[in-house]
């Protein structure tokens, strides 16, 4: 069984907010913290993870990275304090 996560990185508590989907979540948070990639997590400095769900299949994933978009960011801040209400970094833990 394959594994892929849809995690929301943060550049502090109530900053900026990032929303991505990969099958190697430790993998995929070391090339965000480390700027290996391109884009809008380097430019925004967007490199703690906060949250991070698991899935067995990749349509699942793909349908809950694509929900959590469309929310408003009250919803997105919302569902990050319900499971880390002081928005560690939850990279450590992986």
């Known amino acids: 069984m394959k594994n892929y996560y849809v995690y929301i ?6 900053g900026t907010l990032y929303i991505g989907m990969t099958n190697n979540l ?39 990275e694509k929900q959590l978009k469309k929310w408003n960011r009250q919803w997105k801040i919302n569902l990050i304090e319900k499971e880390n209400p002081r928005w560690n970094d939850l990279f450590e833990y992986l």
């Open 26 to 64: 430790a993998e995929r948070i070391y090339q965000h913290k480390t700027d290996i990639i391109e884009g809008f997590s380097k430019k925004y400095q967007v490199h703690n993870l906060v949250y991070f769900e698991h899935f067995g299949d990749v349509s699942s994933a793909i349908n809950r």
């Open 9 to 14: 990185l943060a550049s502090k508590k109530n």
